[in-house]
């Protein structure tokens, strides 16, 4: 993704999770990895460490999305 993204929202679409952002197409694309965890799940610590995005509801589950750049 660009460099200078910047995450909008994570929302369920037709059933899936879509992330949306603001993107600076001419900036250099650089590999983000996006966690999802579900609650009750339990989180490695490395986790700890990554960017908190969203959290989501669908079909009485609650997933949380986490970003992490140093992939």
């Given at each position: 993704?660009?460099?200078?993204?910047?995450?909008?929202?994570?929302?369920?679409?037709?059933?899936?999770?879509?992330?949306?952002?603001?993107?600076?197409?001419?900036?250099?694309?650089i590999?983000?990895?996006?966690?999802?965890?579900?609650?009750?799940?339990?989180?490695?610590?490395?986790?700890?460490?990554?960017?908190?995005?969203?959290?989501?509801?669908?079909?009485?589950?609650?997933y949380?999305?986490?970003m992490?750049?140093?992939?």
């Amino acid at each position: 993704m660009p460099e200078k993204s910047e995450i909008m929202d994570i929302q369920i679409q037709d059933g899936k999770p879509v992330m949306w952002a603001m993107v600076q197409t001419e900036s250099k694309e650089i590999v983000v990895r996006i966690n999802c965890l579900f609650t009750g799940q339990g989180m490695q610590l490395e986790a700890t460490r990554n960017e908190y995005l969203a959290t989501v509801q669908h079909g009485g589950l609650v997933y949380h999305f986490f970003m992490n750049y140093e992939v």
